[in-house]
Antibody, heavy 117, light 110 residues
Framework: QVQLQESGPGLVKPSETLSLTCAISGYSIRSGYYWGWIRQPPGKGLEWIAS???????YYSPSLRSRVTISVDTSKNQFSLNLTSVTAADSAVYYC??????????WGQGTMVTVSS | NFMLTQPHSVSESPGKTVTISCTRSSGSIAGNYVQWYQQRPGRSPTTVIY?????PSGVPDRFSGSIDSSSNSASLTISGLRTEDEADYYCQSYDSGNQVFGGGTKLTVL
């Protein structure tokens, strides 16, 4: 059974970098699919952030492209998100997900990240 | 870039049928697959419809999807409404690597 588990700090200071990791179990990241991140501010809707293939092909949201990096560590079967220069507007539940044809078809449980001093 | 517009909320009685629309602002709705996700409070979204009208295993056939090219929109229809269907529903599509979610529709079953 494939499972995705997000991890990372729950609190980040303004102007710093938000870093999250998604560990995959039950499936090798090398076997296929795109993998990526989606976020949801409290009480608001879903926003796609970025997706990438294990070989390095990446897609970024136009609105976040300048601040986002997604990377894959095949040796640890995980992938990561870095979001720089965060503000309160970046406070959200961050989901990692598996994507098929540009659409998420499996989600992690989500992790809340609050940006505050 | 394009947007997907959904009604903020809909409500209907148990046993009835409800339809949630998702209108694409630019580009053809038929040009890229549309997905629908259900999100219950405090939970991760789950797929109820993918590729316009396909249901993942385990999703009841009360859920169906369609598109209308004349209005450039997709629709999610839920028949035989149950109280457990009360949730937020999001449409999703993409274009040239950019992925977009609709703003979400809160379904109340009362």
């Amino acid at each position: 059974q494939v499972q995705l588990q997000e991890s990372g700090p729950g609190l980040v200071k303004p102007s710093e970098t938000l870093s999250l990791t998604c560990a995959i179990s039950g499936y090798s990241i090398r076997s296929g699919y795109y993998w990526g991140w989606i976020r949801q501010p409290p009480g608001k809707g879903l926003e796609w952030i970025a997706s990438m293939y294990h070989s390095g092909s990446t897609y970024y949201s136009p609105s976040l492209r300048s601040r986002v990096t997604i990377s894959v560590d095949t040796s640890k079967n995980q992938f990561s998100l870095n979001l720089t220069s965060v503000t309160a507007a970046d406070s959200a539940v961050y989901y990692c997900a598996r994507f098929q044809r540009m659409a998420p078809n499996m989600w992690g449980q989500g992790t809340m990240v609050t940006v505050s001093s | 870039n394009f947007m997907l517009t959904q009604p903020h909320s809909v409500s209907e009685s148990p046993g009835k049928t409800v339809t949630i629309s998702c209108t694409r602002s630019s580009g053809s709705i038929a040009g890229n697959y549309v997905q629908w996700y259900q999100q219950r409070p405090g939970r991760s979204p789950t797929t109820v419809i993918y590729d316009y009208n396909e249901r993942p295993s385990g999703v009841p056939d009360r859920f169906s999807g369609s598109i209308d090219s004349s209005s450039n929109s997709a629709s999610l229809t839920i028949s035989g409404l149950r109280t457990e269907d009360e949730a937020d529903y999001y449409c999703q599509s993409y274009d040239s690597g950019n992925q977009v979610f609709g703003g979400g529709t809160k379904l109340t079953v009362l």
